[in-house]
Each structure stands twice: as structure tokens, then as C-alpha cells.
């Protein structure tokens, strides 16, 4: 056993020590200190495993097979760091050694709840210590090679540095939310609870959301498909928990105004966990690998995930069980048009849409059970998302202009007003630069409803302090959000362009000029091409590259943020030998005679026949000197597909066929004695009107969220009421 198993071996046994030393105070007793040391110890033990395998990376020590299947002497420092999480093994490390900083950090906070809590979450480190030692990132491999595979292409990018940790921190933080109110649940203490999870709840539902922006910002720059959401597991994996987060944030406003929801806040804290666990499983047992292209491969984690997700599960149920009855409920009035009564509407919608993105992720493992496993498309969720996207837009306003209507004794509608005006100016102009799908034009007058509304509120708040309006800051980004969204999704055009060398194209009212490629640092096919608007130029370099782990072909495109363009590559064209402007070969019509080299070729017409095979032949004329011959190129098709004929040229040389254009009568032929061409190239060119304001609104959400976060803690701290 290595000093990296040790470690890893090390930190277990200090977690199940730091446990047990904790369990008294579930019962009220007082503990002493060494709990807290073997807790420290557990978070010490784990982060110098994770900065241990990192030095492994830096020394090149391909002994590791983890290292030798992700490091590589190639890799620049930054990625070199970043492909100590790159795989399953050294991922969830980052996770367990965030995970017991969070809980460190927890260590540190004061409240009768602070030692229970910490019991839970010792427990629950230890459980997922048990992944890491079943598949240990520090396990020999059995050869040493020279040099790693290294990272895949498309993750050898900045994004690999920043996305993975800031993702991982929020799948920490969820944990705190989950082990308060088990803490909660186990003392009785349920006002303690409310005040101590105000800041871990925003903490959650601001790093998640980082987290998931910078997913949506890479797939955007580096992924060929045009996107930045495609509703994969990965993707549904990490927005189920942060739907969870946001509904727990306006159900702890709700419980604080009105003192109910305590129930339901304590049920979404236990359940959010456990969304965490489950896409944990979804997305690393192999369950979905034939589903999902970046869900891992069964690593031997499938039983260990399962049972870490059943247990926590079970436990949570059974300790809610027991004290349901001790919770105390306020009464909170659903059918009276209120502030509160917005925000419960709001947890409910927001509740329901993570129930149906998990319904949709779960459903190959439904459909499994009878028979061929099945993934729902993507329409399924744009249909239930469409409908509570705007449900929740407009509680967005409402809840706002209630607040003010109550504080000003003013009627909702004079409160409403401002953002009414800009919900019917932001749609009219919808309509009329090309919006024209209801469900999309009645979003964007809710989000220019939330717009407004949530921007005079900001503004009137920011009025009393630095950080009174940035809730409503981050409901304003939100919209902002919401109508990148609509824009960018309903107003943009593609168009698939073939690319010769040299010939100008046109597409959506460009110029396209291709001049070639090049092979890139990472061993690319780099396209060089020149992209003309008015009084505006851009010159892409798409790429494509084949994968070394054999995934195929990977495209990273060209991208104006600017010009809202973005330049996909697709494909290469063969060059034939041969001619003129199609790939290198010549498009001769019948009758139409080239003569190349001193031979003349004159095409005579098709013929077709169907023996064992079918064959599509063209005749063609050949003139050399006094001497004329025919010869028949042509394609074969059967069983194994299409494939050419070539036909021998008395004297020497081949004619055969490139393409055939039946419907205007003529061939491509590859003819000797003509220079061949540079390949051709398939590109998509497509719009994306408006899609900085996604970007824009999510960086303004954010923002918002963290002052709101910043501001609770701040109350916490001084002991102010919240």
C-alpha cells in the first residue's frame, strides 16, 4: 500500500472516529474537542491526498495508472493540475476533500446545532471515502509507459481549470443544507435550524450556479454542436439540485415571513442531498453510458453508489418520519393574493419542473425494465419547461409588486405598471424581429414583466443599502437570462455551406472565403477561412480533431460573441484527382468534351444495370491522336454499400467517378493528368441573436444571489434579526 492508499485509508477512520465521538450530542451531551481535531484531521488527511496526486501529474509518475490514463508531458501546467480531476477516480477526491472543507467551515460557526450537524456529515464523508478506496486514483498500473494518453482535446481548455472545482463546491455545499436539518430533525431545534441555514443554502445556490454557467459558457466555445444546454444527464445531474437550492431559498423566506413551510424546507434540504447522490449514480455507475456520451463508463462503483444513495435516502425518510409530528407549522394562506402566497407558488413550480427534468433523466432506466432502454428528446422538456418557465416569470413580478404594494399601501397593479409597459415593448419587438411562437412571445412578455419589475424594486432598495435590492438583482438577471434565451433560440438561422478552396460563398448574407487548412498545436485540422458582413470581417479557425481515446471526431468552432456568429466545422472532403472546383474532380455534362493533357474526354451519357449488383455506369469517350475508345467508370451498390468502379485507359491511366448528379444529367470524374485540389469543406454557419444577454443576465443573477448571501451572513454574524 502506497502513501497515497494510506491517506485515503487514513481519512475513513477518522471520519467513522470523528462520528462516533460526535453521536452523544444528538442526545444533548456535551463532547469534548477531539471530535473537532479528528475532524480536522479527516479534511487534512484528505487534502494532502488530493495535492499529492496532483504532485504525481506534475512528476510525470506514469507508474499510477490514473495519471499515465490522464497526465501527459505535453500538457500545459494549468491542465496538467486539471487532469487531476479530469477522470472518475480524482474527481470525486476533489469532491470528499471540498466536501470536508465545507465541513470544516461548518466546524467553525456556533449554535447548538453546529456538533449534531457535524455527526451527519461526518458520516457521510466516510460513506463516499468508500468510493475512493474502491477505485483508488492511486492504484498501479501494470505497465509504466513513456509518456500518458493525456486529455481529451475538447478538455484541454481554460474552462477544464475553473468549471470542474466550481461545480464540485456546490455539490459540497448541499451537503450543509442536508446535515443541519438532519441535526434539526435529531434535537427538535427547528428555529436554530432557520437561522443558521440562511447563509449555506444561498452558498449552495450561488456556487451551483456558477458552476452550471460556466458548463453552459464551455459547451458554447468549445463544443461543435451550437449550444450551451442540451439536456443531457450530466447537464440534468447538477440543475435538479440547484432547483432544489432555489426552492429552499424562497421556502426559508416564506418561513421566515410567515413561520410555515418548516416541513417542506427540512423535506427539500434532505431531498436536495439526495438529487446530488442520485445523479452522482446516474452519471458515474455506467448506468447511462450507452445514453449519455459524458456519463462514465462502469468503473466497479455501481454497487458503492447504490448503496450510499439508499442509505442516506432511507435515513433521511426514517429520521423526517419520526419527528413530523414535532414540526411546528404556521399558517400561511395559499388563496389570498400575498407576497408569501407568490413565493409558495413559486417553490411549487420551481419543485415540480425538477421532478419532470428527473423524470425525463430517469426515463432509460424505466423503460430498461421493459425492454430496450429509451432517452426521452429533447422536445419532452422544452414542452414541460416552456409553460413553468413562465409560470415562474411572472411570480417573479408578482412577488415583487406585492412586497411594494404592502409596503406603500398601494394598489399591485400601480406596482405592476412599470413592468407591464416593458413586458408589451420587449414582445411587440419580438414579434417583429421574427418571434412569431406564442408559448415563446408569451415568455418574453412575463420576462419583460419580471424585468421591470424587479429593476424599480432594486433601484428603490439599493436606495437603503448596498445589499437590499439583490434579491430582486437577481431576479432581474434572470429575466435578462430568460430573453437571451427566447432571442437567441427563435430568431437564429443555420445554413450547412460547402467550402471550396479560393471561391467565394455566400451564406445568411456572408461571404465566405476558404483558403485552406493547417495542422494545430493539438494536431487539428484548423480551417482558415475569412468571414465578410458589412464593413466587417472575422477570420475563424474552426478545428476538427480526431479523439485519441477514439470518440470519434471532436469540432471546436470559430466564434464572433460580437456578431453573434458562430462557425462550426463538419466535415473534409477527399480530394479526387482531377480538375476543376468539386474536390478536385470535373463535372462534364452529356455531351460536354474536356481535354486534358492533350486527351480528350467527352462524356456520352449513363447506362444502369442490375445483375448480381446494381451498376450505375458512365460512358465516356476518349480521344488520343486518330484513336478513340470508350470507357465505362462507374459505381457499384450492393449489400456493403457503394463503391467505384474504375475504368483503364488504353495506354495508361484511370478514369473513374467522384459523384453522379442524376437529376441535371452529369458526373464528377477524377481524370488523369489533372493536378488534384485541396479538399473541400462542410461547415455550418449559424446565427445567435442576442445570446450575450444569456451570459450577461446569469453573470447579474449571480451577482445578486452573492450579495443576498453575503448580506445573511452578515445578519447571522451580528445577531440581527434576518
Same mark, same amino acid.
Given at each position: 500500500?502506497?502513501?497515497?492508499? &494510506?491517506?485515503?485509508?487514513? *481519512? %475513513?477512520?477518522?471520519?467513522?472516529?470523528?462520528?462516533? %465521538?460526535?453521536?452523544?450530542?444528538?442526545?444533548?451531551?456535551?463532547?469534548?474537542?477531539?471530535?473537532?481535531?479528528?475532524?480536522?484531521?479527516?479534511?487534512?488527511?484528505?487534502?494532502?491526498?488530493?495535492?499529492?496526486?496532483?504532485?504525481?501529474? %506534475?512528476?510525470?509518475?506514469?507508474?499510477?495508472?490514473?495519471?499515465?490514463?490522464?497526465?501527459?508531458?505535453?500538457?500545459?501546467?494549468?491542465?496538467?493540475?486539471?487532469?487531476?480531476? $479530469?477522470?472518475?477516480?480524482?474527481?470525486?477526491?476533489?469532491?470528499?476533500?471540498?466536501?470536508?472543507?465545507?465541513?470544516?467551515?461548518?466546524?467553525?460557526?456556533?449554535?447548538?446545532?453546529?456538533? !449534531?450537524?457535524?455527526?451527519?456529515?461526518?458520516?457521510?464523508?466516510?460513506?463516499?471515502?468508500? #468510493?475512493?478506496? /474502491?477505485?483508488?486514483?492511486?492504484?498501479?498500473?501494470?505497465?509504466?509507459?513513456?509518456?500518458?494518453?493525456?486529455?481529451?482535446?475538447?478538455?484541454?481548455?481554460?474552462?477544464?481549470?475553473?468549471?470542474?472545482?466550481?461545480?464540485?463546491?456546490?455539490?459540497?455545499?448541499?451537503?450543509?443544507?442536508?446535515?443541519? *436539518?438532519?441535526?434539526?430533525?435529531?434535537?427538535?431545534?427547528?428555529?436554530?435550524?432557520?437561522?443558521?441555514?440562511?447563509?449555506?443554502?444561498?452558498?449552495?445556490?450561488?456556487?451551483?450556479?456558477?458552476?452550471? @454557467?460556466?458548463?453552459?459558457?464551455? $459547451?458554447?466555445?468549445?463544443?461543435?454542436?451550437?449550444?450551451?444546454?442540451?439536456?443531457?444527464?450530466?447537464?440534468?445531474?447538477?440543475?435538479?439540485?440547484?432547483?432544489?437550492?432555489?426552492?429552499?431559498?424562497?421556502?426559508?423566506?416564506?418561513?421566515? $415571513?410567515?413561520?410555515?413551510?418548516?416541513?417542506?424546507?427540512?423535506?427539500?434540504?434532505?431531498?436536495?442531498?439526495?438529487?446530488?447522490?442520485?445523479?452522482?449514480?446516474?452519471?458515474?455507475?455506467?448506468?447511462?453510458?450507452? &445514453?449519455?456520451?459524458?456519463?462514465? =463508463?462502469?468503473?466497479?462503483?455501481?454497487?458503492?453508489?447504490?448503496?450510499?444513495?439508499?442509505?442516506?435516502?432511507?435515513?433521511?425518510?426514517?429520521?423526517?418520519?419520526?419527528?413530523?409530528?414535532?414540526?411546528?407549522?404556521?399558517? @400561511?394562506?395559499?388563496?389570498?393574493?400575498?407576497?408569501?402566497?407568490?413565493?409558495?407558488?413559486?417553490?411549487?413550480?420551481?419543485?415540480?419542473?425538477?421532478?419532470?427534468?428527473?423524470?425525463?433523466? &430517469?426515463?432509460?432506466?424505466?423503460?430498461?425494465?421493459?425492454?430496450?432502454?429509451?432517452?426521452?428528446?429533447?422536445?419532452?422538456?422544452?414542452?414541460?419547461?416552456?409553460?413553468? =418557465?413562465?409560470?415562474?416569470?411572472?411570480?417573479?413580478?408578482?412577488?415583487?409588486?406585492?412586497?411594494?404594494?404592502?409596503?406603500?399601501?398601494?394598489?399591485?397593479?400601480?406596482?405592476?405598471?412599470?413592468?407591464?409597459?416593458?413586458?408589451?415593448?420587449?414582445?411587440?419587438?419580438?414579434?417583429?424581429?421574427?418571434?412569431?411562437?406564442?408559448?415563446?412571445?408569451?415568455?418574453?412578455?412575463?420576462?419583460?414583466?419580471? #424585468?421591470?419589475?424587479?429593476?424599480?424594486?432594486?433601484?428603490?432598495?439599493?436606495?437603503?443599502?448596498?445589499?437590499?435590492?439583490?434579491?430582486?438583482?437577481?431576479?432581474?438577471?434572470?429575466?435578462?437570462?430568460?430573453?437571451?434565451?427566447? =432571442?437567441?433560440?427563435?430568431?437564429?438561422?443555420?445554413?450547412?455551406?460547402?467550402?471550396?478552396?479560393?471561391?467565394?460563398?455566400?451564406?445568411?448574407?456572408?461571404?465566405?472565403?476558404?483558403?485552406?487548412?493547417?495542422?494545430?498545436?493539438?494536431?487539428?485540422?484548423?480551417?482558415?477561412?475569412?468571414?465578410?458582413?458589412?464593413?466587417?470581417?472575422? +477570420?475563424?479557425?474552426?478545428?476538427?480533431?480526431?479523439?485519441?481515446?477514439?470518440?470519434?471526431?471532436?469540432?471546436?468552432?470559430?466564434?464572433?460573441?460580437?456578431? +453573434?456568429?458562430?462557425?462550426?466545422?463538419?466535415?473534409?472532403?477527399?480530394?479526387?484527382?482531377?480538375?476543376?472546383?468539386?474536390?478536385?474532380?470535373?463535372?462534364?455534362?452529356?455531351?460536354?468534351?474536356?481535354?486534358?493533357?492533350?486527351?480528350?474526354?467527352?462524356? #456520352?451519357?449513363?447506362?444502369?444495370?442490375?445483375?448480381?449488383?446494381?451498376?450505375?455506369?458512365?460512358?465516356?469517350?476518349?480521344?488520343?491522336?486518330?484513336?478513340?475508345?470508350?470507357?465505362?467508370?462507374?459505381?457499384?451498390?450492393?449489400?456493403?454499400?457503394?463503391?467505384?468502379?474504375?475504368?483503364?485507359?488504353?495506354?495508361?491511366?484511370?478514369?473513374?467517378?467522384?459523384?453522379?448528379?442524376?437529376?441535371?444529367?452529369?458526373?464528377?470524374? @477524377?481524370?488523369?493528368?489533372?493536378? !488534384?485540389? /485541396?479538399?473541400?469543406?462542410?461547415?455550418?454557419?449559424?446565427?445567435? !441573436?442576442?445570446?450575450?444577454?444569456?451570459?450577461?443576465?446569469?453573470?447579474?443573477?449571480?451577482?445578486?444571489?452573492?450579495?443576498?448571501?453575503?448580506?445573511?451572513?452578515?445578519?447571522?454574524?451580528?445577531?440581527?434579526?434576518?
Amino acid at each position: 500500500m502506497g502513501i497515497g492508499d &494510506i491517506l485515503l485509508w487514513s *481519512a %475513513f477512520v477518522a471520519a467513522i472516529a470523528s462520528a462516533a %465521538f460526535f453521536a452523544p450530542t444528538l442526545r444533548g451531551k456535551q463532547v469534548s474537542t477531539l471530535p473537532a481535531w479528528l475532524y480536522g484531521a479527516h479534511t487534512a488527511l484528505l487534502v494532502g491526498a488530493m495535492v499529492l496526486l496532483g504532485s504525481y501529474f %506534475f512528476g510525470h509518475r506514469y507508474e499510477f495508472a490514473y495519471v499515465a490514463q490522464y497526465g501527459s508531458r505535453e500538457l500545459s501546467p494549468s491542465l496538467t493540475l486539471a487532469a487531476s480531476w $479530469a477522470g472518475q477516480e480524482g474527481s470525486i477526491l476533489l469532491w470528499l476533500a471540498l466536501g470536508a472543507l465545507v465541513g470544516l467551515a461548518m466546524l467553525r460557526q456556533p449554535g447548538p446545532l453546529k456538533a !449534531p450537524a457535524m455527526f451527519f456529515m461526518c458520516l457521510t464523508q466516510a460513506a463516499l471515502s468508500v #468510493l475512493v478506496l /474502491a477505485r483508488s486514483p492511486f492504484r498501479l498500473g501494470e505497465t509504466v509507459p513513456a509518456d500518458g494518453q493525456g486529455l481529451n482535446p475538447l478538455l484541454q481548455d481554460p474552462w477544464m481549470v475553473a468549471h470542474p472545482p466550481a461545480l464540485f463546491i456546490g455539490y459540497a455545499a448541499m451537503l450543509a443544507p442536508f446535515a443541519l *436539518a438532519a441535526a434539526a430533525l435529531a434535537r427538535q431545534d427547528y428555529k436554530e435550524w432557520l437561522r443558521v441555514v440562511w447563509p449555506w443554502a444561498l452558498f449552495a445556490l450561488v456556487t451551483l450556479g456558477i458552476g452550471i @454557467a460556466m458548463g453552459g459558457v464551455w $459547451a458554447f466555445k468549445v463544443l461543435g454542436w451550437g449550444g450551451y444546454w442540451g439536456w443531457d444527464p450530466v447537464e440534468n445531474a447538477s440543475l435538479i439540485p440547484w432547483l432544489m437550492s432555489v426552492a429552499l431559498v424562497h421556502g426559508l423566506l416564506i418561513q421566515r $415571513a410567515t413561520g410555515s413551510a418548516a416541513r417542506t424546507n427540512l423535506l427539500i434540504s434532505l431531498v436536495g442531498w439526495s438529487t446530488v447522490l442520485g445523479g452522482t449514480y446516474l452519471t458515474r455507475s455506467g448506468v447511462l453510458q450507452d &445514453i449519455s456520451v459524458h456519463s462514465f =463508463a462502469d468503473s466497479g462503483l455501481r454497487i458503492p453508489l447504490l448503496l450510499v444513495l439508499t442509505i442516506s435516502t432511507a435515513a433521511a425518510a426514517l429520521l423526517l418520519r419520526a419527528r413530523w409530528g414535532s414540526i411546528e407549522q404556521g399558517s @400561511a394562506s395559499m388563496t389570498n393574493v400575498t407576497r408569501s402566497s407568490a413565493l409558495w407558488m413559486g417553490l411549487v413550480t420551481v419543485v415540480v419542473l425538477a421532478g419532470l427534468v428527473s423524470l425525463g433523466t &430517469i426515463t432509460p432506466l424505466l423503460t430498461r425494465m421493459f425492454g430496450a432502454p429509451a432517452s426521452v428528446q429533447n422536445g419532452f422538456y422544452t414542452a414541460v419547461s416552456l409553460p413553468l =418557465a413562465v409560470a415562474m416569470t411572472l411570480l417573479m413580478a408578482l412577488g415583487p409588486a406585492l412586497r411594494w404594494s404592502s409596503d406603500r399601501a398601494q394598489s399591485p397593479w400601480s406596482a405592476l405598471l412599470p413592468g407591464a409597459v416593458v413586458g408589451v415593448v420587449v414582445s411587440v419587438v419580438a414579434y417583429m424581429r421574427g418571434v412569431h411562437d406564442p408559448g415563446r412571445l408569451v415568455l418574453a412578455l412575463a420576462a419583460g414583466l419580471a #424585468l421591470g419589475v424587479n429593476a424599480v424594486t432594486a433601484v428603490r432598495l439599493f436606495r437603503r443599502g448596498w445589499s437590499y435590492g439583490s434579491g430582486y438583482l437577481g431576479h432581474f438577471g434572470i429575466a435578462v437570462m430568460v430573453l437571451g434565451m427566447v =432571442a437567441s433560440g427563435s430568431l437564429g438561422r443555420s445554413e450547412r455551406v460547402r467550402l471550396v478552396p479560393g471561391t467565394p460563398s455566400k451564406a445568411l448574407g456572408y461571404t465566405l472565403t476558404y483558403s485552406g487548412m493547417q495542422t494545430s498545436a493539438k494536431g487539428g485540422q484548423q480551417l482558415s477561412i475569412r468571414v465578410q458582413g458589412n464593413n466587417w470581417f472575422m +477570420d475563424a479557425r474552426p478545428e476538427l480533431f480526431a479523439s485519441p481515446r477514439g470518440e470519434g471526431t471532436m469540432r471546436k468552432p470559430a466564434i464572433s460573441m460580437a456578431h +453573434d456568429l458562430y462557425v462550426s466545422p463538419v466535415d473534409i472532403e477527399q480530394a479526387a484527382a482531377g480538375g476543376d472546383a468539386e474536390g478536385g474532380a470535373t463535372w462534364l455534362t452529356k455531351g460536354q468534351e474536356v481535354t486534358i493533357s492533350g486527351v480528350g474526354y467527352k462524356f #456520352l451519357g449513363f447506362r444502369m444495370t442490375s445483375h448480381e449488383a446494381m451498376q450505375v455506369l458512365a460512358d465516356v469517350e476518349v480521344r488520343q491522336g486518330g484513336t478513340v475508345t470508350t470507357v465505362s467508370p462507374g459505381i457499384k451498390i450492393d449489400k456493403s454499400g457503394k463503391r467505384p468502379m474504375d475504368a483503364e485507359i488504353p495506354g495508361g491511366g484511370v478514369v473513374s467517378v467522384s459523384r453522379i448528379d442524376a437529376d441535371n444529367g452529369r458526373v464528377a470524374m @477524377a481524370l488523369p493528368g489533372s493536378a !488534384p485540389a /485541396a479538399p473541400a469543406a462542410i461547415i455550418e454557419l449559424s446565427t445567435k !441573436p442576442f445570446i450575450n444577454l444569456v451570459w450577461l443576465g446569469a453573470l447579474v443573477a449571480l451577482l445578486g444571489t452573492g450579495l443576498a448571501g453575503m448580506r445573511r451572513a452578515a445578519v447571522k454574524m451580528s445577531g440581527r434579526a434576518a
